[in-house]
């Protein structure tokens, strides 16, 4: 599989030592950076990954930040991105069998490298399970679509 990861300094670590596993394990990695420990800003590394997985470029995207909640943010803002942050492996198997996420965000202030290994492991192996949450992820690429402030205005 061809996977986008990326990460800022808070991330930089974790994110190092997923692409090395990520690609010993035979999978694609297209690295955004960052290259090292220096303060940087997630949102550039967000929107690299982020861009790569809306354009088709790559089938899953990583991010990671010190808490995930940044990236996970700045990631949801381009059309066509369904970034999710998760705790648990629960998490992560429902959020890709419900909502399709088709990026990972974690936190590295709360998941050492095999913890995140995991959640990563189930990122990539679960499928979507289509059905009624296909109806409702045409209604979130609607709002995509139409933008937020209009829909609110076509209900009212």
């Known amino acids: 599989m061809k996977?986008?990861?990326?990460?800022?300094?808070?991330g930089f670590q974790l994110k190092e030592e997923l692409r090395a596993n990520l690609s010993a394990a035979g999978?694609?990695?297209i690295d955004y950076g960052t290259g090292n420990s220096e303060s940087?800003?997630?949102?550039?590394?967000?929107?690299?990954?982020?861009?790569?997985?809306?354009?088709?470029?790559?089938?899953?995207?990583?991010?990671?930040?010190?808490?995930?909640v940044g990236m996970s943010i700045a990631a949801n803002k381009v059309p066509g991105?369904?970034?999710a942050l998760a705790w648990n492996e629960d998490e992560?198997?429902?959020?890709?069998?419900?909502n399709d996420?088709?990026?990972l965000t974690l936190g590295a202030k709360y998941h050492n490298a095999d913890q995140a290994?995991?959640?990563v492991e189930v990122f990539l192996s679960t499928q979507f399970s289509?059905?009624?949450?296909?109806?409702?992820?045409?209604?979130?690429e609607d709002m995509e679509r139409k933008g937020a402030h209009q829909g609110e205005t076509e209900q009212q």
């Not at 996977?3 to 808070?10: F, R, S």
């Not at 949102?43 to 089938?59: C, F, M």
């Not at 289509?130 to 045409?138: E, I, T």
């Open 130 to 140: 289509g059905g009624r949450h296909s109806r409702r992820l045409g209604k979130i």
């Open 3 to 10: 996977i986008a990861i990326g990460a800022d300094h808070a």
């Open 40 to 68: 940087t800003d997630y949102p550039d590394y967000a929107a690299g990954v982020a861009e790569e997985v809306s354009q088709g470029k790559a089938e899953r995207g990583i991010l990671v930040c010190s808490t995930g």
């Open 27 to 29: 999978h694609e990695v």
């Open 92 to 98: 992560v198997r429902l959020t890709r069998e419900h």
């Open 117 to 119: 290994e995991k959640l």
């Open 101 to 103: 996420a088709n990026v």
């Open 81 to 83: 991105i369904r970034a």
